[in-house]
């Protein structure tokens, strides 16, 4: 293989950028031509691509977002886009694609490998929420970000004999919630993995708490449940605890990232090329139990997610 082309796709993570890095760097070690693709998919349809080299991506491992640009393509979510995409791809001799971005553009991948381009998937997202990998690139920055601005919600709340409402990211998975959640002591934390009840799951543990003298309350709720400002007043109403809320939204996802991230991103660059190298394609590459493997997109794709329920349990019998 001796052209390969990399791009990242929906959210940005903090991460990322190392990520390309390590597979324009190692790419080049190899001796191919390496591509960068502008605004992920849209600019792979655009023929948005520069060569890239060494000095392309220096100064980036410890920046946040992508420098590439990101992109939630609409155009290349059917099939005359993924063909026209694949066709660009042929043109410009792209024999190999290294696709750094969520569950959603690994469906991009494996479509593209259908037309013939081999892809490889890293997995970039700080939902953490993609199942053939136990950590995801932009994960432990986003979760290090959340706790502490939580942080700084409970010395508030502390203050004034307050409960706050906080509203965590995560698409549709509660990793994020759970673990910001377990390591600021939140009364309560709820997550898209399991039925709630508000009396039960935050009404009660507060009331449970107050008795036992404690005066000011965290909770967090994932996002896409509920609408945590009808739910701070009916806390409030219920507890008589004076409540507030606070969504931090995108600032979730933006800093420079963690050590484990940037190293996450090195490894999985790096192995992603490496499988271009040996003539894989189709394969995502993940990290279980601190070993880097890879698996076949349409198979991790059908893996179901799990849960750590447990660690939610511990969550609640101590923060108390
Ligand atoms: O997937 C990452 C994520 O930040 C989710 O946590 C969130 O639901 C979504 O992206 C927000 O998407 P957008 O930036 O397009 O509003």
Redesign the pocket.
């Known amino acids: 293989m001796k052209k390969i082309a990399v791009l990242t796709s929906?959210?940005d993570a903090p991460g990322m950028n190392a990520a390309v890095r390590a597979v324009v760097r190692s790419g080049i070690a190899a001796g191919m031509e390496v591509y960068g693709v502008r605004r992920g998919y849209e600019g792979l349809l655009d023929n948005d691509l520069v060569q890239m080299d060494l000095r392309s991506v220096s100064n980036i491992l410890e920046r946040g977002g992508t420098f590439l640009s990101s992109a939630?393509s609409k155009r290349f979510n059917t099939k005359e886009g993924v063909q026209q995409a694949a066709e660009n791809c042929r043109k410009l001799g792209i024999e190999g694609l290294v696709v750094i971005g969520?569950d959603g553009s690994f469906k991009g991948a494996r479509d593209l490998c259908a037309e013939g381009i081999c892809c490889i998937g890293i997995p970039g997202?700080?939902?953490n929420d993609i199942s053939c990998t136990d950590y995801t690139i932009g994960y432990d920055t986003a979760l290090n970000t959340t706790i502490e601005i939580l942080d700084k919600v409970r010395d508030t709340m502390q203050s004034h004999n307050r409960c706050c409402i906080c509203e965590v990211?995560?698409?549709h998975r509660g990793d994020l919630a759970l673990n910001a959640g377990l390591a600021v002591g939140a009364c309560a934390i709820l997550v898209p993995e399991e039925e709630y009840d508000i009396d039960r799951d935050i009404v009660e543990p507060m009331k449970r708490s107050l008795a036992l003298g404690k005066k000011h309350f965290v909770i967090v709720v994932a996002?896409n449940m509920l609408d945590v400002n009808a739910l701070s007043k009916e806390v409030e109403a219920k507890t008589g605890v004076e409540t507030r809320t606070c969504v931090p939204g995108?600032v979730q996802?933006g800093g420079s990232p963690s050590a484990r991230d940037r190293i996450l991103a090195s490894e999985m660059g790096h192995y992603a090329v490496q499988l271009l190298i040996q003539g894989k394609t189709c394969r995502v590459v993940g990290i279980k139990e601190n070993r880097l493997l890879d698996y076949d997109i349409t198979e991790a794709l059908a893996i179901p997610k799990t849960f750590n329920y447990e660690l939610l349990k511990i969550a609640r019998e101590i923060s108390i």
């Open positions: 929906g959210g939630r969520g997202t700080i939902d990211m995560g698409r996002e995108h996802r």
